[in-house]
């Protein structure tokens, strides 16, 4: 059973527009979220982190986002930009457990 | 800069062969982990470990073990591997809090033949 899905297996937006990716989580409990992005052939690297006690934690062009109620989490850039072309993964740190979801494949068109 | 460093990038391996992954940090991070990639189920964790000798189980221990006798080098048991256990092993770092920054190494790509 899957604790943290991102629903959409890809994703493709143009240079310079914002791109949200999404991710929905089950568990409950101490809670903290983190994105992290991968690019081929390289392991993944931390993006942004938010806690269960803020909604919204921006970092540049990377802003997250928490919906406690709707346990649902989303990352916004903007602006895009061609190296942000990714795999993006959302994790979910509740009790000692890491749950990553299985990423969101994200291309920039220039 | 933190490195994160795996001692194989391809690994094949037959079914039955007893299976060791390397890990190595060199930031003096107290804990480290095990995960798995694989197509449409993400990252999973194995096993981690937050100090030396120490080790908590993840989501699929089932099938591998882990050893931490010095605190820079966390390496992974395949005790028998099977082919189900053909897949992308990566191993990451983080300083202290579960909640802290994970770094990742490369990663190793097995396949159990």
């Known amino acids: 059973d899957q604790q943290v899905k991102q629903n959409s297996p890809s994703l493709s937006v143009q240079e310079g527009r914002i791109s949200i990716l999404n991710c929905d989580y089950t568990?409950?409990?101490?809670?903290?979220f983190l994105w992290y992005k991968k690019y081929p052939a390289e392991g993944p690297t931390f993006l942004i982190s938010?806690?269960?006690?803020?909604d919204k934690n921006e970092d540049g062009r990377f802003t997250v986002f928490l919906n406690k109620s709707a346990k649902h989490l989303s990352l916004h850039i903007v602006p895009s930009q061609p190296g942000d072309s990714a795999v993006y993964f959302c994790?979910?740190?509740?009790?000692?457990?890491?749950?990553f979801g299985t990423g969101t494949s994200l291309t920039v068109i220039p | 800069d933190v490195k994160v460093t795996q001692s194989s990038r391809y690994l094949v391996k037959r079914t039955g062969e007893k299976v060791f992954l390397e890990c190595v940090q060199d930031?003096?991070?107290?804990?480290m982990f095990w995960y798995r990639q694989d197509p449409g189920l993400g990252l999973r964790l194995i096993y981690f470990?937050?100090?030396?000798?120490?080790?908590e189980k993840g989501d699929i221990p089932e099938g591998y073990s882990v050893s931490r006798e010095k605190k820079e080098r966390f390496s992974l048991i395949l005790e028998s591997a099977s082919t189900n256990q053909t897949s992308m092993y990566l191993c990451?770092?983080?300083?202290?809090?579960?909640?802290?920054?994970?770094?990742f190494g490369p990663g190793t790509r097995l396949l159990v033949l």
């Open positions: 930031m003096d991070h107290e804990n």
């Open positions: 568990n409950s409990m101490f809670d903290y």
């Open positions: 938010i806690s269960s006690i803020k």
């Open positions: 470990s937050y100090d030396v000798k120490m080790k």
């Open positions: 990451a770092s983080s300083l202290q809090g579960l909640e802290e920054t994970q770094y």
């Open positions: 994790a979910h740190l509740t009790g000692n457990q890491f749950y």
